[in-house]
């Protein structure tokens, strides 16, 4: 199909139209599937989804994309309650206030390429959130496919929320947290694994089976769902999904490693600086820690996690991110005495480049809140993980990373308040016990595998050749 699409002249190419969530998360993998589909013959449309307070992406950094910004109508819900809160709530008020934009926007787009129809506009791929707007570009007749940014496990726990509450699993019983959850095998889920409303108040709850009901839609509605993973990651729960969901599954993943030259996608401004730090450490020395874009933690969990990593004695990166601390927007401060604790063995950031600093020689290993991209990003590292989730899939993540990929060590077993003795044991474990050198050796075999499924013949670059062929197909 990208031979016809690409083949040369008179042949316009065909456009794949994007439609990122404005989050990072959701933005990264997003942008590498561009650049995957630009690679192939596609012209590529990103429509920009702005709520007040998101940074739009450069586009002079995608100078081959072209970028159609979407303002959001009215006024957001002011959704009150923490950042996580407020982002989830977001997600619900973008769909609601960009549906006549976006329509209006897609509409003139569609126009414009063919008086007649959708003219060499093959499809649009949404963010699985954004069931709303999907629906605008189906009533024009555009057919859809649905990224879905997490993992293909998680994406079963979502289909299996309404199943899990009918079951009585959900919602979850503080007693029985750790109770097994047998029905989704081969997967060793416990009962805080799969509740998704880990780290959110209570009345975020409805929401986030709202939420999950809407992706769960959005999939099941669109023309097949895109998932950032890989067979030989995930090949049972690709399977099970194959079985229970009525549309095609695209695991094209791992995406950043299949458009490596793409421009960063970064909202933040990344500090390179720590880069020529790592240059200057021995190799495979520093612990990497970073707990994504959205994640927080409390100014005591800030202090017992400093005291732990300064206590280890171990270099490290540390990405301090403003807003990390609960309540407090600037960067963090870190407790006094630690710049004195650690002086000469630590850097601290406010944004890395968190692909190019796993891919270090000098990092060791990587303490990450397992949101799927850095789960992932890990994984194709080969570098170990101390697990400490968060929020909604990431319990799941680090579950399969301690359990089934046995690359990961989870701190205090999951839940529970960080405390400096345990976290400095942690480390110690992840960086020199035998332990470590196991978890070492299996996600270097992860990243073979992983390097293995984006050669030519590797099973992500031929479902990427399935993917389009599906498309002409649509067409025909
Ligand atoms: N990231 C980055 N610099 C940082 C921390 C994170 O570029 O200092 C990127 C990271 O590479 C990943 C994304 O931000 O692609 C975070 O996504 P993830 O799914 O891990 O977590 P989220 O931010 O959605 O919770």
Redesign the pocket.
């Given at each position: 199909v990208h031979a016809a699409v690409a083949a040369g002249a008179g042949h316009r190419r065909r456009r794949v139209l994007l439609l990122p969530l404005p989050?990072?998360?959701?933005i990264?993998?997003m942008f590498h599937l561009a650049s995957v589909l630009h690679a192939r013959g596609f012209a590529v449309t990103v429509f920009h989804l702005q709520p007040a307070g998101v940074n739009a992406p450069d586009a002079s950094l995608h100078p081959a994309f072209d970028f159609v910004p979407v303002p959001a109508d009215g006024d957001g819900d002011g959704a009150g309650g923490d950042y996580l809160e407020a982002t989830l709530a977001g997600i619900l008020d973008v769909n609601r206030r960009c549906e006549a934009p976006f329509r209006e926007r897609l509409a003139a787009l569609l126009e414009e390429a063919a008086p007649a129809g959708c003219g060499d506009v093959a499809c649009l791929v949404a963010d699985a959130h954004l069931l709303t707007l999907m629906d605008v570009a189906r009533r024009l007749g555009v057919p859809t496919l649905a990224l879905r940014?997490?993992s293909a496990a998680s994406f079963r726990v979502f289909a299996a929320h309404r199943m899990l509450r009918d079951m009585g699993y959900l919602p979850a019983r503080e007693s029985e947290l750790d109770a097994p959850v047998t029905v989704l095998p081969p997967a060793p889920y416990r009962v805080r694994d799969v509740m998704l409303t880990a780290g959110f108040g209570g009345h975020a709850q409805d929401q986030i089976y709202e939420l999950v009901s809407r992706a769960v839609e959005a999939v099941r509605t669109s023309s097949g769902l895109i998932l950032n993973t890989f067979d030989a990651l995930e090949h049972d729960e690709l399977a099970a999904l194959r079985r229970d969901l009525d549309v095609p599954v695209f695991d094209v993943g791992p995406l950043?490693k299949l458009s490596p030259t793409a421009p960063?996608s970064?909202l933040?401004r990344?500090?390179r600086g720590c880069l020529e730090w790592l240059d200057s450490q021995a190799p495979a020395s520093v612990l990497y820690v970073?707990?994504?874009?959205?994640?927080s933690v409390s100014a005591g969990e800030l202090v017992e996690a400093a005291w732990g990593i300064a206590n280890s004695g171990h270099p490290f990166l540390w990405?301090l991110?403003p807003g990390l601390v609960r309540g407090a927007a600037a960067a963090a401060a870190l407790p006094d005495g630690f710049d004195a604790a650690t002086r000469g063995r630590g850097a601290v950031?406010?944004?890395?480049?968190?692909?190019e600093?796993?891919a270090h020689p000098a990092t060791a290993a990587f303490w990450?809140?397992?949101?799927?991209?850095?789960?992932?990003?890990s994984v194709c590292a080969g570098v170990p993980m101390l697990l400490r989730p968060?929020?909604?899939d990431?319990p799941g993540n680090a579950r399969y990373a301690e359990r089934v990929w046995r690359a990961g060590l989870a701190l205090d077993g999951g839940g529970g308040e960080l405390e400096r003795g345990k976290v400095e044991a942690a480390i110690r474990r992840l960086m020199e016990e035998d332990d470590a050198a196991g978890m070492r050796r299996r996600a270097g075999e992860l990243k073979s595998r992983a390097a293995e499924c984006i050669t030519k013949a590797g099973s992500s670059c031929l479902i990427i050749d399935k993917l389009g062929a599906a498309r002409s197909r649509a067409d025909a």
């Open positions: 989050l990072q998360g959701h990264n993998p940014t997490g950043h960063p970064s933040l990344q500090d970073s707990f994504g874009s959205i994640a990405v991110r950031v406010s944004w890395a480049p968190q692909e600093v796993l990450t809140h397992c949101g799927w991209n850095s789960t992932l990003e968060c929020f909604g990431q």
